[in-house]
């Protein structure tokens, strides 16, 4: 089956399910909270069910989701050396729960560990954004990024996710942002999206896990940006299970952001006080 037309039937797919699981359950559904603390809904199990069985009929590799228990994650990895699905079925589930129109349904594909297939869907905003390695990613058939400015790191959009951040780092970014402004909306995958489309310009995360950045990563590298962790410039090199994220679209705009966050890393907490 070639990748096009494997790309074709995952975007597809993700809308359907999305139409039929996600949406008519949105501002509607009861919710609980798992071991973490974490939301989830009736909505997240049946749209990872309809996806896994989805997914089974065109390529039939294991799928990892992240309503699945940790044992079974470990398992499918373990397994999909070859092709492994990875999902999270509802990316924003808080926001989905209180009517926050961003949240996500994201699908991957990864072979020998990498991501080479990604579709992120925002069902609210009907747009999607998918990729494929070495063919670029789109927004509903355009190419990204959208915006190719690149600004020097003062005039910044930053998306900036506080969560797992040392507290160095973020006691820099309350006392001394190097960016013009910053935005946190409560859903990784599309924050990837986001940065990729250069509507943010730089973009911070303390830990994702899996289903947070396979997708996301790939639509990111496609669209020209670069990405690393907070100690590793190959973003790949670290725990696979929760990574942090430091990227953005354009090279020295990218330089600049990883240095001032690495170097806020090491910034003594003024009264050794934590935050």
Known sequence: MAEESLLTQVIDIVRRVAQAEVMPRYLTVAHSRKADGSLFTEADLLCQTALVRELG???????????MTEAEQQQHWAAGGEGLWCIDPIDGTSNFVNGVPYFAVSVALMRGGRSVLGVIYDPVADEMFYAEQGRGAFLNGIALPIKTRSPDLRHSLAGVELKRISDAIATQIALHPPYSSQRNFGASTLDWCYTAAGRFDVYLHGGQKL???????LIMQEAGGQMCTLACDDFWAEDIWQRPVVAALGASLFAEWKNWIRAADKMPIPGNQKL
């Open 57 to 67: 009929k065109i390529s039939p590799y294991p799928v990892l989701g992240e309503e």
């Open 211 to 217: 289903w947070d950045y396979a997708a996301g990563c």
